[in-house]
């Protein structure tokens, strides 16, 4: 199994600034995977982050906005950039053992 | 590309009662994994039942138990005795056999009435 730390757990931002957002994991994992879900929404993956190398984003996520950062096999960071309103939404990170593990969620509101 | 399709948006349920959640997929693989994932309005996520497409047995946990039909790809979750805490949007999941990454159906709304 794997116990993942997330925080924060939730933030209010102002419009045009940036929220950086972190995930430790108890054990080594070679994929972080962050996720987006929009209010009453499903699940979406914004991208793969790999220690050693430049995260793979899916479509509709770019690196300018989403820059994420795999410093170790433990540790990940989401950056959401520039926000807007229309990124109000919860965040997840989560990593994959036999199952998928997840952190508790990041809540953000932009105003 | 694979998909996930849940076509009950919200159900509901008296309390001891059965209730079974819907899920199709589609994919060419033929070796993957499809879970069962649970929502509170605490919003973790918690993984309620997983099964391997390679296993012709169908997983059951507790009150939780699946019918997954491979060649119709249908995986459909079985809550037996439901429970007020059992309240909770539910997500069916696929998993790639050479990936990570999830790929979430829209989700069922449970409600278990008293």
């Known amino acids: 199994s794997a116990v993942i730390s997330q925080k924060p757990s939730r933030d209010i931002c102002q419009r045009g600034t940036s929220l950086t957002i972190q995930c430790q994991v108890d054990s080594q994992v070679t994929m972080m995977f962050w996720y987006r879900q929009q209010p009453g929404q499903s699940l979406t993956l914004i991208a793969t982050a790999n220690q050693g190398s430049e995260a793979t984003y899916e479509s509709g996520f770019v690196i300018d906005k989403f820059p994420i950062s795999r410093p170790n096999l433990t540790f990940s960071t989401l950056t959401v950039s520039n926000m807007s309103p229309e990124d109000s939404s919860i965040y997840l990170c989560?990593?994959?053992?036999?199952?998928?593990?997840f952190g508790q969620g990041t809540r953000l509101t932009v105003v | 590309a694979q998909t996930v399709t849940q076509s009950q948006p919200e159900m509901s349920v008296q309390e001891a009662e059965t209730v079974t959640l819907s899920c199709t997929y589609d994919t060419s693989e033929n070796n993957y994994y499809l879970f069962w994932y649970k929502q509170p309005p605490s919003r973790q996520m918690i993984l309620v039942i997983r099964q391997e497409a390679y296993k012709q047995q169908n997983a059951t946990e507790n009150r939780f138990s699946v019918n997954f039909q491979k060649a119709a790809k249908s995986f459909s979750l079985k809550i037996s005795d439901s429970q007020l805490g059992d309240t909770a949007m539910y997500f069916c999941?696929?998993?790639?056999?050479?990936?990570?990454?999830?790929?979430f159906g829209k989700g069922t709304k449970l409600s278990v009435k008293p």
């Open positions: 989560s990593v994959v053992t036999f199952e998928a593990f």
């Open positions: 999941a696929f998993m790639g056999g050479s990936q990570g990454n999830l790929i």
